[in-house]
């Protein structure tokens, strides 16, 4: 089952976000062959990383908790507010990937 994860950076966090995001994407990695989509949420012009919403397929909320409670970014204390929710993905993709 796909869980997404949105996540909301504390304020006044980027300094964390930047140190850190390389072993965060290096963990991401890990998980390609099960990922959906994943990626910074941004301020509305772009500019600043606020948080993250990443979907991958786990085989139930538990195993998708564990993986976040062993996240780096969560492991920093980046994150201000933490959603996950199982998701059903019924619509093609079209917008945000190359062709």
């Known amino acids: 089952m796909i869980f997404v994860f949105h996540l909301t950076d504390k304020p006044d966090s980027a ?24 990626g910074p949420l941004t301020s509305d012009d772009g500019t600043a990383m606020i948080g993250s919403l990443l979907a991958i397929d786990f085989p139930d909320r538990a195993a998708a908790q564990s993986w976040l409670a062993n996240e780096p970014f969560t492991k920093a204390g980046l994150y201000a507010e933490v959603k996950i929710h199982a998701f059903n993905n019924l619509w093609p993709q079209k917008v945000g990937f190359p062709a």
Do not use: T
Not at 15 to 38: C, D, T, W
């Open 15 to 38: 300094h964390i976000r930047n140190s850190v995001r390389p072993e965060h994407k290096a963990y991401l990695g890990q998980q390609a062959e099960r990922m959906a989509f994943a």
